[in-house]
C-alpha cells in the first residue's frame, strides 16, 4: 500500500500479491456494446481496457480467509435500501451481513443504540430467515464490524450501505488500508446505484467554492453502476453517456427495483490483483473525443504506453500526480485523482503488474494477465489528457 504519508519511492514491493489466472472476461454491458458494434468500431476502433472485476470463484491468494466487503453506494432515493433487501432475500447460500454505516455522519438516532462493550455504538441484530443479519454501525468502523463478528461468527460477506450524501472514497479507503494492517475483512468494490430519472440533475448540483458534488464522486470511484428506475425514463441515452463520461471503466448495468444478477455485484476482487482486465470502447471517453459531458471537470482519461515499462519510472508518474501535486489542467487548476487503475507490462520475466488506486493511495499486484503495452486510466477532475501524457512520457524518458 503506498501513500504519501506511508511510503516513499523506494520502499515500494511491486508484487504485494501473487495472482492466479482468471476466467473470460464477461462485462455486463456486453449484451449492450454487441449490439452497438458496427457503430462503435466506426466511431472508434480503438479500444479501451476497462477493469469490470470478474469474480475469480475459488478463494485464492491472501484474501482467502477473509470476508469480503462491498460498499453500497448511491444518492438519496437512488435505490440502495431496495438493492439491500433485494440481495438479502435473494437465494445466495451466503451469510451476509448487512451495515448500515454513518462514518463520520453521527445520524443515528441514539434511541434506537446500544453501547457495546468497547463502547462502540450499534444496533441490535436483526436476523432474516435466510441467514443474513442486519445492523448499523456508527463509527469505529473496522474495529466495530470485527468486534460484531467475534460475538456472531463470521460471516461469508459484508454489504455496507453509505448514506445518500457520503463520499464513497473515504469509507472504501478504510477497509483497504485496514487490510494491510491484518483486519480480517477486505473491501471487494463499490457499488453505485444511480436514479435513472433524477441522475443528470444530481451530477449537475453545485456546491460551495467548486467542491465536487457527491452524486460525481459516487460515479467516479464505482467498480460497477446500477442505473437504477429505468422503468421511469424514456431515454436512458443521455443519462448513460453521461455516466460514461465520467466513470469509462465500470460497468453500467440497467435495473428496475435494483434487481441484478447478484454475481455481476459481488466477489469482485476489485481492489487486488484478480480484477480482469476487459476491454470497452473510447466512445464516452469525453477528453479524447468530445462527447459532450455536462460537468467537463469529472472525466476519465485513459493514457497508453507502447511496450513494456520500467515501474520505478511509472511511479514518478503516479507520485507527482497523486502526492507532489504537480499536475495542473490548461487553466491552472489543480489534477484530482479520485480512482486510479492500470495494467502494466515489464521486461520479461518481471510480470505484468495491476496498480490500483483511490484519492492519493495505490498498491500494485501481481497478475497473470498478458499484455504487451501499457495501460493507464485515471478518473478525476481537471484532467487534461495532453499535459498528462506529457508528464508521463518526462517520467518514462527520466
Ligand atoms: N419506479 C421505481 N421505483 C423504485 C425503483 N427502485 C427503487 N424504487 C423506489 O424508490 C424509493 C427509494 O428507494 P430506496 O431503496 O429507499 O433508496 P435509497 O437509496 O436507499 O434511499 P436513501 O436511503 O434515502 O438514500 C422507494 O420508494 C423504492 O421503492 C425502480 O427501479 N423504479
Known amino acids: 500500500m503506498n501513500a504519501p504519508s506511508s511510503a516513499s519511492h523506494s520502499e515500494v514491493d511491486p508484487s504485494s500479491s501473487l495472482v492466479a489466472p482468471m476466467e473470460d472476461p464477461v462485462h455486463p454491458d456486453a449484451q449492450e456494446e454487441e449490439n452497438d458494434d458496427e457503430e462503435e468500431e466506426e466511431v472508434c476502433p480503438d479500444l479501451v481496457p476497462s ?9 485464492l491468494a ?3 480467509q477473509k470476508v469480503p466487503v462491498t460498499v453500497i453506494t448511491g444518492y438519496l432515493g437512488s435505490g440502495k435500501t431496495t438493492l439491500l433487501n433485494y440481495v438479502l432475500t435473494e437465494e445466495h447460500n451466503k451469510k451476509i451481513a448487512v451495515i448500515l454505516n454513518e462514518f463520520g455522519e453521527g445520524a443515528i438516532e441514539e434511541k434506537s443504540l446500544a453501547v457495546g462493550n468497547e463502547g462502540q455504538l450499534y444496533e441490535e441484530w436483526l436476523e432474516l430467515r435466510n441467514g443474513c443479519l442486519c445492523c448499523s454501525v456508527k463509527d469505529n468502523g473496522v474495529k466495530a464490524i470485527e468486534t460484531l463478528m467475534e460475538r456472531k461468527g463470521k460471516f461469508d460477506y459484508i454489504l455496507l450501505e453509505t448514506t ?9 479507503s478504510i477497509f483497504w488500508m485496514d487490510e494491510e494492517l491484518g483486519s480480517d475483512l477486505y473491501l471487494d468494490g463499490v ?4 436514479d435513472a430519472k433524477y441522475a443528470l440533475a444530481h451530477l449537475r448540483e453545485e456546491r460551495p467554492q467548486g467542491a465536487l458534488n457527491e452524486a460525481l464522486k459516487q460515479v467516479a470511484v464505482a467498480d460497477v453502476i446500477l442505473l437504477n428506475k429505468t422503468d421511469l425514463v424514456d431515454n436512458l441515452q443521455d443519462v448513460r453517456q453521461e455516466i460514461q463520461a465520467i466513470n469509462a471503466s465500470a460497468p453500467v448495468v440497467e435495473t428496475v427495483k435494483s434487481r441484478i444478477d447478484i454475481n455481476l455485484i459481488l466477489d469482485l476482487h476489485a481492489y487486488d490483483g484478480r480484477a480482469q482486465m476487459s476491454v470497452r470502447p473510447t ?5 479524447e473525443n468530445g462527447t459532450p459531458h455536462l460537468d467537463a471537470s469529472v472525466g476519465t482519461v485513459t ?5 513494456p515499462m520500467i515501474w520505478s519510472k511509472l511511479e514518478v508518474f503516479f507520485q507527482t500526480l497523486l502526492w507532489e501535486e504537480k499536475v495542473y489542467d490548461v487553466e491552472g487548476r489543480l489534477a484530482q485523482i479520485l480512482r486510479l487503475k492500470a495494467l502494466v507490462p515489464q521486461e520479461p520475466p518481471l510480470p505484468v503488474l495491476i496498480v490500483q488506486g483511490v484519492h492519493d493511495t495505490y498498491d500494485t ?19 487534461d489528457r495532453d499535459i498528462l501524457e506529457r508528464h508521463l512520457q518526462e517520467a518514462m524518458n527520466s
Not at 466512445?283 to 477528453?287: N, P, T
Open 51 to 59: 477493469f469490470s472485476a470478474i469474480a475469480d470463484k475459488d478463494g
Open 62 to 64: 491472501n484474501s482467502a
Open 164 to 172: 445518500g450524501l457520503a463520499d464513497p472514497g473515504p469509507v472504501a
Open 191 to 194: 457499488i453505485t446505484v444511480v
Open 283 to 287: 466512445k464516452f471517453d469525453y477528453v
Open 303 to 307: 493514457l497508453r504506453q507502447r511496450g
Open 365 to 383: 499486484y501481481e497478475t497473470s494477465q498478458q499484455c504487451q503495452d501499457g495501460t493507464i486510466v485515471l478518473i478525476g477532475r481537471h484532467l
